[in-house]
């Protein structure tokens, strides 16, 4: 098949004070969530001018993309949409149809099989070509890359760098976005993601490691992954472990999650407890991520075998 154009697909966030309910309310609408849980996440983006982190990320990544496929000669205009601000996955299928598209490769920013992380983006796809009439598109996603060795590589670089400046006895603790139970047991996230721990671990020679998870936002009456981030740090603590590198591994860029939960509440946390914490960065846009994404699209264009998901996999629990 012949792809002519990558879209890229991603979380979205707002980008100023007045966005910020609104965008709360795309994120949050069908969910059970109090008005004052609601009111604590806005204030996660007070802190930063209503700013969130990842759109810019987005549009660096574009920048470097198109550079890439200059000298690779890679002959694809690149579309991007989010699932919950602008620009919306509506407005950029309008985009493509004006512009003739009819086969494309996308990329979306999640590393690891899950319903929010890949199930609900093709059905926000699926959404948004249905309203817009652009039904005759043909929508194909990359690879998952929870194990590809450039991913893994960037995320053992940026734990090096921070092995630098601790001691060599220091505890490692990956984190990712904690998601219900009842999701894991119906995706291959959790394994995924322990798969992704013991290659960097190994690679970086420190056994001291644990994967745990932050960002919980569901009601406390439902299960969701645990640890947390913060209960963790309490744990190893009182066994005296005294320095923590942290490594966002679930993640695929620094934004606002990564921002408040580490380097906000996970550092006051330490402090309470007197751990001296070094944080590695995600792997965001670094050189070794363009170069996989560019990869796996010459792979796919070359015609190599398309990823597909299972029809069942990683479906919507709630239904």
């Given at each position: ?23 709360l ?19 996660h ?9 990842i ?44 512009a ?114 932050q960002?919980?936002?569901?009601p ?6 645990e ?93």
């Amino acid at each position: 098949m012949k792809f002519d154009a990558l879209l890229i697909v991603s979380f979205g966030g707002p980008e100023a004070m007045a966005d910020v309910m609104p965008f709360l309310e795309n994120v949050l609408r069908g969910k059970n969530v109090s008005e004052e849980r609601k009111k604590e996440v806005a204030h996660h983006y007070e802190m930063f001018n209503g700013v969130s982190p990842i759109n810019a990320q987005n549009r660096e990544l574009i920048e470097l993309l198109k550079e890439k496929f200059k000298k690779e000669n890679i002959q694809l205009p690149i579309f991007w949409g989010n699932r919950n601000w602008k620009p919306y996955l509506k407005d950029t299928f309008q985009e493509m149809k004006a512009a003739g598209v009819s086969n494309v490769l996308v990329y979306f920013a999640s590393a690891y099989g899950s319903y929010s992380g890949c199930r609900q983006y093709f059905e926000n796809i699926a959404h948004a070509q249905k309203e817009t009439g652009t039904e005759a598109i043909h929508v194909e996603r990359l690879p998952l890359f929870f194990d590809h060795p450039n991913f893994i590589q960037v995320n053992v670089q940026n734990i090096q760098k921070q092995m630098k400046l601790a001691s060599s006895d220091a505890h490692l603790a990956f984190t990712a976005h904690s998601i219900p139970v009842s999701m894991t047991q119906t995706s291959p996230y959790v394994t995924q993601l322990r798969q992704a721990c013991e290659l960097v671990a190994g690679k970086v020679g420190i056994s001291s490691w644990e994967l745990v998870y932050q960002s919980r936002s569901g009601p406390p009456q439902v299960p969701w992954l645990e640890l947390d981030i913060c209960d963790h740090l309490e744990v190893i603590a009182k066994k005296g472990v005294r320095e923590v590198i942290l490594s966002p591994i679930g993640f695929v860029s620094d934004h606002m999650e990564v921002k408040y939960d580490l380097d906000i509440e996970a550092k006051q946390k330490a402090e309470q407890l007197g751990l001296k914490v070094y944080r590695a960065s995600s792997a965001g846009n670094d050189p070794l991520m363009i170069d996989m994404i560019a990869s796996m699209i010459q792979d796919r264009m070359k015609g190599q075998s398309a990823f597909i998901c299972k029809s069942d996999c990683c479906p919507n629990p709630r239904r």
